[in-house]
């Protein structure tokens, strides 16, 4: 503990100290130390200065076993600390690992509800898609009947017209024949006693087939009703014809609402 203490004295003091101790300090010193180095007591002989330089010897190993103290703990502190920051390195790595592995399980947890999600929108969206053609299919289908209809309609409204025209011209012809049975023609004069008999004869004759001119008015009447039921008949396909095309616009207006909804749900 001496050679210690004494060691501290020279790194304080420096190595001079030593040569202003009192010259029995230095003996006793020298004694002390020589009883810790070799366990014995120095011989009376001894030379004083030999005990000094051994002293000074005994203080430089000292302080170099300090030093080497020094340093070692210096290591040691050194090595502590980086297994201190190895262990903290680990608890982090570990917290880490830790929140990770929660993290994925939650992640598991909601990726079937994830899954799910997606499969309904993808069988939404198809459903949407199979909408939205049957309703584009529907709209197509609805113009080429609506434009079938239409046909249809000026073709039954030529028929009519032209069965009205036909029964027009039957009867300004029916009209004309009577006119031109009445009177006899203008500019001649009194018929001669031949005439007389032949009008007589005549007037037999109309007579006798006053019957036979019932026939061709019965025809005409006939073909009147037949006409007038051929025209009843058109008017009647040409109501159903008004009626179907109004029906089929009303459908195909709320067609093409429907693929407009269709493509509005598809585009979401």
Avoid at 8 to 37: D, E, K, M, Q, Y
């Amino acid at each position: 503990m001496s050679v210690l203490n004494a060691g501290g004295c020279h790194r304080r003091h420096g190595p001079n100290r030593l040569t202003r101790l009192p010259a029995w300090s230095v003996a006793a010193w020298f004694a002390l130390s020589c009883i810790l180095a070799t366990g014995r007591v120095p011989a009376a002989d001894e030379p004083a200065d030999g005990g000094k330089a051994e002293l000074e010897e005994l203080v430089r190993k000292a302080d170099a076993a300090e030093a080497r103290w020094n340093a070692a703990k210096r290591e040691f502190d050194a090595v502590a600390k980086e297994l201190q920051t190895v262990r903290l390195q680990r608890a982090r790595m570990q917290l880490e690992r830790d929140r990770l592995k929660k993290d994925i399980e939650e992640l598991q947890k909601k990726r079937q509800p994830l899954a799910d999600a997606v499969n309904k929108a993808v069988q939404t969206e198809k459903a949407a898609k199979a909408k939205l053609d049957a309703a584009a299919k529907r709209r197509a289908e609805l113009e080429k009947a609506l434009g079938a209809l239409k046909k249809e309609l000026a073709a039954v409204t030529a028929e009519l017209e032209s069965v009205k025209k036909k029964a027009s011209q039957n009867g300004s012809s029916g009209g004309d024949g009577g006119s031109k049975g009445g009177k006899p023609p203008s500019g001649q004069g009194k018929p001669s006693q031949a005439e007389q008999g032949k009008a007589a004869v005549s007037t037999s004759e109309k007579a006798n087939t006053k019957d036979a001119g019932a026939k061709p008015r019965g025809e005409a009447d006939s073909k009147k009703k037949t006409q007038d039921a051929t025209e009843a008949k058109l008017r009647a396909r040409l109501a159903e014809l008004r009626k179907r095309i109004d029906d089929t616009s009303r459908e195909l207006a709320q067609a093409v609402k429907a693929v407009q909804a269709a493509e509005a749900e598809a585009a979401k």
